[in-house]
């Protein structure tokens, strides 16, 4: 008979200067897992983990030094939008299971929002990962979207519980608060939500 044991972790989580923030790596309720399954058989133990929202920024920055703009799962996938040191915004898609580059492009459509855009992104204190890593404490984080339309801020998006939670963080100062209900006015060029 065979026994298999399968060991799940709720969130994975990154550990950088005594901060733990667990990112979401897939599924549609948000969750981030790393499985491991490990049978009592002789066949060797098949693994599957996930890339955390950091391995896919950092992954997003290697491939294209500059700075993140946002950084989103879907269809399965992480996208992320990098201004490039080159001042080109470009399109990094990368893999979910292990945050290597599948596809990349620059974004020739930009107008001057983009330019207004990217100036407030080279100004702002607070990175996308910073941004994470203070709203980690309020959910699991599914995505981080750069926001010029008024002050800047980064918009993040948490799951806790199976409930998806807005929130922004000041791009200056780091501050977290509760996003408004009605922050979503359609007009985002790098992404569904404004």
Not at 142 to 162: I, L
Request: charged share 30%; net charge negative.
């Amino acid at each position: 008979m065979k026994r298999i044991v399968i060991a799940s972790v709720a969130a994975a989580a990154l550990l950088t200067g005594g901060t733990a923030f667990a990112v979401a790596g897939g599924g549609n309720d948000g969750a981030q897992s790393t499985s491991t399954a490990t049978q009592t058989t002789d066949a060797p133990a098949p693994t599957t983990t996930r890339a955390s929202l950091s391995d896919v920024a950092h992954a997003a920055l290697k491939a294209v030094p500059g700075t993140l703009d946002s950084i989103d799962r879907e269809h399965g996938r992480w996208e992320a939008d990098v201004l490039g040191k080159d001042g080109k915004w470009h399109e990094v898609t990368l893999d979910a299971s292990n945050a290597k580059v599948i596809g990349q492009h620059i974004d020739r459509d930009t107008d001057a929002e983009d330019s207004a855009e990217a100036r407030a992104l080279r100004n702002a204190d607070v990175s996308a990962i910073e941004a994470a890593r203070k709203a980690a404490s309020r959910g699991t984080v599914t995505s981080v979207e750069f926001d010029d339309d008024r002050t800047p801020a980064w918009e993040v998006e948490t799951v806790k519980n199976h409930k998806e939670r807005d929130l922004n963080v000041d791009a200056h100062s780091g501050k977290v608060t509760q996003a408004p209900a009605d922050d979503h006015d359609g007009d985002d060029d790098h992404g569904d939500d404004d």
